[in-house]
């Protein structure tokens, strides 16, 4: 599917601060994504019991659980969501933690650059959407790989392929008549 077909994407913004949840949904007002917001990592684990967003943009700091806290638990539960932290406060070893476990795709720090957080989530998206695409490639061989098994299974001989020292594919038809 390209990009110009995909589906909306869908991004939920957790921050328990409503005026950076206010000046990102200005920021992104002008892309093609639907919105959802969070005023904190419990309201966000509930919205993922009943939807499932593209990408997670979360505040780090917290009252409560911490954003890092509530994406790896949404790693977890809903490993096809992409993760992106935006924070404040970040200190190195926590990013670089955070990055190689796998819970987030990128670090953004506050005060962002407003063409830094678009082109972010756009790369997180196609991240995204490239994982769910090998998955869903890896499910089809799968299932084909099944599918020929099961033909294996009532016409044996049926995946093997007899080739002449050339490497053409000989065809043998058992129902052609002998020239005798």
């Known amino acids: 599917m390209s990009e110009a077909t995909a589906p909306q994407a869908h991004i939920l913004i957790v921050d328990d601060e409503e005026g950076v949840r206010n000046a990102l949904r200005r920021v992104l007002r002008k892309e093609d994504y639907r919105l959802s917001f969070a005023g904190s990592a419990d309201e966000a684990l ?66 962002w650059s407003d063409e830094e957080v678009k082109l972010t989530l756009h790369m997180a998206l196609t991240h995204v959407r490239a994982e769910r695409e090998q998955a869903r490639l890896l499910r089809q061989f799968e299932g084909q790989t099944r599918e020929l098994r099961s033909l294996e299974g009532d016409h044996p001989g049926i995946g093997s392929v007899t080739r002449d020292h050339t490497g053409a594919i000989l065809i043998e038809d058992d129902e052609t008549p002998s020239d005798g």
């Open 46 to 111: 509930e919205f993922l019991k009943t939807s499932q967003p593209d990408v997670i943009l979360s505040d780090h700091l917290m009252p409560g659980m911490t954003g890092l806290e509530m994406l790896k638990l949404c790693r977890m539960r809903h490993p096809q969501i992409g993760r992106v932290v935006l924070t404040g406060q970040a200190e190195m070893e926590t990013v670089i933690q955070a990055i190689n476990d796998g819970e987030v795709f990128r670090f953004l720090t506050k005060p």
